[in-house]
């Protein structure tokens, strides 16, 4: 998805301006003001801060594609249906169907229905739809039984009702979970298993039908669908031009139960137009307006990175998952080896001492603490490229005692029952096999997380004028709180900076981008395996700022956030080194955010 950022109206003054600026009554600038609500014709306007316009950003063709399958029952509406039992005016349904969401309110959808009509036809008149003998009901009416075999080949323009009242909720976001979605359109229908002597002409048919949705998860690939539908056909199905007092149109009333499966990219971006007008003040006069010194608010971008362990992207951690006893982003903050000790000190302690293996000794979660709780004076590393020193540990008996005899606890390795991982990894990914025994521990770390690690960013991510550029530890500091350990590895001017943005700011949008390296020892593999850490980092990271405790993020709306794939998530690297610069800078997410500030 593409996101650009375009002002609406061009920032009507920039800076101070101490030269008058004359402009026409008529000017269109003006004009579009005044269509917004405000107005020119006092001597003052004032205090219009912000005003955001957002479009939603049309996909390809291919993409908010899906499928539909749905079976029901319906009962036929003629004439003469009263004759008999209802039930009898009873028969089952099926229907399947492609469509596409040109936006997430208008869409469009072809479907294909097969069934049957079942009613009843006075004894008056016949038609090639009647069967079996004469029968009387309780009234003295003389009819026989009809089924009218048919296929519906219909199109519909689809009204989703839910989000054209509440607006598009955003990718991956927990609202509208349950949507309300009217469809109405014009179908054709085929008679069939007639004699193709009796000349029966097929005719069009009217559909009307409310559905509504329940998705299954945050991403809304896949909904169960109940819909309630009309379809309305023209006079052939009990011929009622061959007798007077009928009805216009006969009709199928039915219910149906079914399931939507999107086919492939199914969230909208946004295009968002924004527009900054502060103390805007205004003179009129017989045929100019002169704008006086007018203060413009700052706005631009604030961009971060943060950089994850090979095969990890907090998929299998909180925040993903509410009350996790491990924190994805805490573990790259100030997390301590592979965030797991061994269950029994006592197990450990015996092979140790027979100088014996502790793999596959039962391991369990150390909980994760804030890493501006945490001091990091016990001499280990904490976070991933926080500091210099690498994250992975010796697994030799004196530096397993030694760890032990200061916290308490052994460390415990992931052991998949073959490789004995040195760094934090998503469950998923723990059996993968690496290329290079040497792959499995972290031996280097560069500060790529921390303030000191921006002049590496710089250098191999660059930086475009007018952003402004923070490391992962300014921002988590900023958010969680500038001390302990993370005031280390974090530049107190610019967490204060990010501080008043967060808290007294505008945002207007947040960008977050995955990505991971094309690295991989199974190349059949690697392209579903590596595409889905870079979207789950991206999704661990939004989850993050979605939960956090600053006052403008906290507020901004799910669609606020948009996940890019712009470039795709997959980036090339040649070498299968996991710790190399390249492979680093190649296993992260990009954030940026749009802010406004009024200085």
Partial sequence: MKYRLNKIIATIVMGVISVPVMAQVNDPVLQKLRERGYDLDSTVVENRDIVIDKNVVTNPFYHNAFITASVGAHTYRGDFSTYGSFGKTVSPDWYVGIGKWFTPVVGFKVELGMSESKGFMDEKYPTP???GDLQTNSKGNKFWQTRNK?????GSAMINLSRALYGYEGALSPKLMNQFILNAGLGYVHHRGLDKSLNIADEWSGHLELQYSRFLTKSKKVSLDLKARLIAYQTNFDKHDVHKGSSQFDANVGLSVGVTFYLKHHVWGYNAKTQYITNYVTQVHTDTIKA?????PEYGQATFYVFYPNNYSGRND????????????????GGLYTQKQYKDNGQVAMRLGNSKSTNGLEYIDIPTVKANVIDGSDGYAHGYEMSTWPLSLS????SLISFREKKGFYYAPIWDGQNAWQYRIDDATKGQRLIDPVNYKETVSYGLNAHQGLKYVREWKGQNNGERLFSFADV?????????????YADAESVAWLSRVFNEGTITSISVTGVATSQDSNKNLALTRNTAL???RANTVVAWLQGCSCKRIAEAQSQTFLVNETEGPIRQVDDM??????AKMNRCVKVTIHYMIQE
């Fill in 129 to 131: 739809y009647c069967y």
């Fill in 150 to 154: 048919w296929l519906d080949l219909s």
């Fill in 292 to 296: 006086q010194k007018v203060k413009v």
């Fill in 318 to 333: 909180a925040p993903q998952i509410k009350g996790a006893a491990v924190n994805a982003i805490d573990y790259l903050a």
């Fill in 395 to 398: 697994l030799e008996k004196d």
């Fill in 476 to 488: 988590y500091a900023a958010i969680e709180g500038n001390a302990g350990y993370v005031s280390k």
């Fill in 534 to 536: 870079a979207q789950n």
């Fill in 577 to 582: 080194n996991i710790r190399s610069m390249n």
